[in-house]
């Protein structure tokens, strides 16, 4: 019988404590466990000590997740809660992704200071993303815009807009509801004309591979949807060797036994972009994944990728 407490490692954003504290109640809830049995650990990631640059400029997305894996791979931690879509495609030696729990909405959530939607924003409005994938959207659907970055929490990039460092930015409509701004956005984008990022709105949690207890422990809260959902965008990230670096979207949906994928890359100025459907029994999610990231690899063409640098 577990005696010591389970401990569960975080970043200590506000949105990735909301996220740690979630998985402890589903936890908790699943095998009738008291809190005390949960420890939750909070480290500090080089990607939220350095918010000044992009991504794409100081290592791409393993930075909010280094510190936090070292500790697990050492059994200092028995597992980690993450947002699935800032998770590289490739993990640590022994790690892997156990469980999720059930997505939240997938789509991106636009706030207006002087508009209320993107379309409607007057010609040459600045707005603040530090997205790639938001950025040559935003480029691709108002070319006419003027497009810089904006790193930090959440609170942090909302400061910013209500100071007039911007005329809007978007942020992942899952992350306000689960930090309780529903009055936030002003528009909820389409995800056809707006495709969120891989994983977008999924909760993952990381641990050993062959660590038994914890995977028991898991196993009680992993959603089959979303598990299924995510194997597949991951799939397609992964053959496209997707980073910050690279502007990739994609999203896939559940139907039962049945899997439909929609993904889409851009060049990072949104001028040209190419999209595929895919769709196959959610048996095969992963290779449908992969399978829709040949074939628009194939079609896009070797030039199409050396504007991603």
């Known amino acids: 019988m577990q005696t010591k407490p389970f401990r569960i490692g975080t970043r200590g954003s506000p949105l990735a404590l909301a996220q740690a504290h979630e998985t402890r109640s589903r936890l908790m809830a699943a095998h009738g466990l008291p809190e005390e049995m949960f420890e939750v650990v909070v480290l500090s990631t080089k990607g939220d000590r350095i918010t000044d640059r992009s991504l794409a400029l100081i290592g791409g997305k393993g930075l909010f997740t280094e510190e936090i894996e070292a500790q697990l791979s050492s059994g200092e ?6 947002s699935s879509k800032d998770m590289p495609t490739k993990l640590p030696e ?42 040559a959207l935003i480029r691709r659907l108002r070319p006419d815009l003027n497009v810089i970055v904006f790193r930090g929490q959440v609170d942090t990039r909302l400061a910013k ?40 709105g999924a909760i993952c949690i990381e641990s050993r591979i062959g660590d038994a207890r914890t995977a028991g422990l898991l196993s ?11 194997s597949c965008e991951r799939g397609f990230l992964a053959t496209l060797d997707g980073s910050c670096r690279t502007p990739i979207a994609g999203y896939a949906t559940i139907d039962g036994d049945h899997l439909q994928f929609h993904g889409m890359i851009l060049t990072p100025d949104g001028s040209e972009f190419h999209e595929i459907e895919a769709s196959g029994p959610i048996s095969n999610a992963e290779q449908i994944g992969k399978q829709a990231g040949e074939t628009i690899r194939a079609r896009a063409g070797a030039d199409f990728f050396e504007s991603w640098g």
Do not use: C
């Not at 931690?77 to 993450?82: E, G, P, R, S, Y």
């Not at 409607?120 to 950025?135: F, K, N």
């Open 77 to 82: 931690l028995d597992f980690a809660v993450h």
């Open 94 to 135: 022994g790690l892997h992704l156990s469980a999720f729990l059930p997505r939240e909405d997938i789509r991106d959530a636009f706030i207006g200071r002087t508009a209320k939607r993107l379309l409607d924003l007057p010609h040459g409005a600045t707005v603040g993303s530090a997205s790639l994938r938001r950025q």
């Open 161 to 200: 807009l209500a100071q007039g460092e911007a005329d809007a930015t978007l942020l992942a409509y899952a992350g306000l509801k689960r930090l309780g701004k529903l009055d936030v956005p002003t528009e909820l984008l389409d995800p056809v004309s707006f495709p969120p990022a891989p994983a977008q």
């Open 220 to 230: 009680a809260i992993d959603d089959r949807a979303t598990h299924v959902a995510v």
